[in-house]
Nanobody, 124 residues
């Protein structure tokens, strides 16, 4: 397992943008497929986006397609989630996760390492 630390959350008005970052503590992310998930109050944790270890393959949830972009900079050992055109329904705690699979999986059960989460609040 790898310890992950998210940053970049905050309060933003609808239509605004935020960029979340995820970095490991003490290890490299180079060989890990990375994912972003979110959990709104009273709801189950849901998949947002995933990117394979090389950065050449990614997947997105339908609800954020065209608004969010996942990327990674292996030289900086960091994964990003650029969120544009934010909506109040995007309000949630966002979690970074890692797994050792070779493709960008959407399945939450495939991820064995998780960060503590960062709060994103979008006001109407």
């Amino acid at each position: 397992q790898v310890q992950l630390v998210e940053s970049g959350g905050g309060l933003v008005q609808a239509g605004g943008s935020l960029r979340l970052s995820c970095a490991p503590s003490g290890r490299t992310l180079t060989r890990y497929t990375m994912g972003w998930f979110r959990q709104a109050p009273g709801k189950e944790r849901e998949f947002v986006a995933a990117i394979d270890w090389s950065g050449t393959s990614n997947r997105y949830a339908d609800s954020i397609l065209g608004r969010f972009t996942i990327s990674r900079d292996n030289a900086k050992n960091t994964v990003y989630l650029q969120m544009n055109s934010l909506k109040p329904e995007d309000t949630a705690v966002y979690y970074c996760a890692a797994n050792t699979m070779s493709y960008a999986t959407m399945r939450i059960e495939d991820y064995g390492s998780w960060g503590q989460g960062t709060q994103v609040t979008v006001s109407a």
